[in-house]
């Protein structure tokens, strides 16, 4: 059951990290919003009395968007919120913060890649809150891979896919660690509290409105992507990912016994912007439950969700607001938040 009631300096907080460190240089009109929101004792009461996970700055952001508020306005957007207090109540705990970002694949597939090249035999990838299956396609895709001396690096995952996903690429020996090709997917399957089908209008209007407003290329991306996961109907299935993911990993274990041969290939479990929704000891949890099944974790998630791949991280990397690629425990790069830099390590 979810908490009701956040501290007022909680809350404010969290108004003000977003703002300096997830929209500032991403997007101005959020990081407006976010510091006016911050700073208006009314909107910081409506929400501190919200139940803990739907105070958040995505979530309400979302949901004035939903209501057609202009949120470039920043005074004007507060007016509306608090003249409207009852209906923007109900879209929060109607709804949750389930942005679904394709993009995300083009800084998972080198360590999709690299775990392939290891083993003996296909792979079946089991996402963990995988929204409405996006970052399970790996293979209808294309990756732009933008290297740092101009050129392109093209990996197609099916031949002529529409949707194109570009990615600035940098670090040590870049072009050499980016894969020519997707590896082979032989089962994959998503699991999501609340699985969102990719052809439902209100889903489609929503997962929009969780689009940061200047970010109009993503906006265009994940509407020919939806349109694409409506044709392939990737497999998202409802369940907790603190209890019910072991299950999954033994079904997709079976699975490759049977394609591949027993104990042949591998089973990996993918995570985007996804932990960062459990408690640390769920996340502690989840990542037991991996280990001992046998397979592998890859995903790439903001710093603070796991404090030990920060740790690891070489000394001179900068403290931004970049998300931590990592395979197995390793961290493998850094990332922006939505996919669109990768900087490998
Ligand atoms: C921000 S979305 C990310 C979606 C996708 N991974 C991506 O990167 O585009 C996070 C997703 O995690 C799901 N989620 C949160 N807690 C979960 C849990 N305990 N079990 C399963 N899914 C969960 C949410 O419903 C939401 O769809």
Redesign the pocket.
């Given at each position: 059951m979810e908490q009701t009631g956040t501290p007022h300096h909680a809350v404010r907080g969290r108004y003000l990290s977003f703002a300096r460190l997830e929209a500032a240089g991403s997007s101005r009109v959020y990081e407006r919003l976010a510091l006016a929101v911050q700073a208006d004792d009314a909107a910081v009461a409506l929400l501190c009395a919200l139940p803990a996970g739907k105070a958040q700055p995505n979530l309400l952001f979302g949901a004035l968007r939903w209501h057609g508020v202009p949120v470039d306005a920043p005074g004007a957007a507060l007016a509306w919120l608090l003249d409207h207090e009852d209906a923007v109540r109900d879209t929060l705990l109607e709804r949750?913060?389930?942005?679904?970002?394709a993009a995300?694949c083009a800084v998972l597939l080198p360590g999709l890649a690299e775990l392939a090249a290891r083993t003996d035999g296909p792979l079946a990838v089991v996402?963990?809150?995988?929204?409405a299956g996006?970052?399970l396609l790996y293979d209808a895709w294309r990756y732009r891979y933008a290297l740092p001396d101009g050129r392109e690096h093209v990996v197609d995952g099916s031949a002529g896919s529409a949707v194109g996903l570009p990615c600035a690429v940098d670090g040590p020996r870049a072009e050499r660690r980016l894969p020519d090709a997707v590896p082979a997917v032989a089962w994959r399957v998503g699991?999501?509290?609340?699985p969102l089908d990719p052809s439902d209008v209100d889903t489609r209007r929503w997962l929009q409105c969780l689009v940061w407003p200047e970010h109009v290329d993503r906006e265009e991306r994940l509407r020919r992507a939806l349109d694409v996961a409506a044709e392939l109907r990737p497999s998202v299935v409802a369940?907790?990912?603190?209890t019910d993911l072991a299950p999954l990993l033994a079904q997709a274990r079976r699975h490759l016994d049977d394609v591949a041969g027993l104990g042949r290939g591998a089973v990996v479990v993918t995570?985007?912007?996804?932990l960062a929704?459990?408690s640390p000891g769920e996340r502690g949890a989840v990542r037991t439950v991996i280990a001992e099944a046998g397979a592998h974790r890859l995903g790439m998630e903001g710093r603070a969700v796991l404090p030990d791949l920060v740790d690891a991280l070489p000394e001179q990397v900068p403290g931004d607001g970049r998300f931590v690629v990592s395979l197995d425990d390793v961290p493998l790069a850094l990332a922006a938040p939505h996919g669109s830099t990768l900087a490998l390590l």
């Open positions: 949750s913060t389930q942005t679904n970002e995300r996402e963990v809150g995988a929204s996006l970052c699991l999501d509290l609340s369940g907790d990912m603190t995570h985007s912007a996804a929704y459990l």
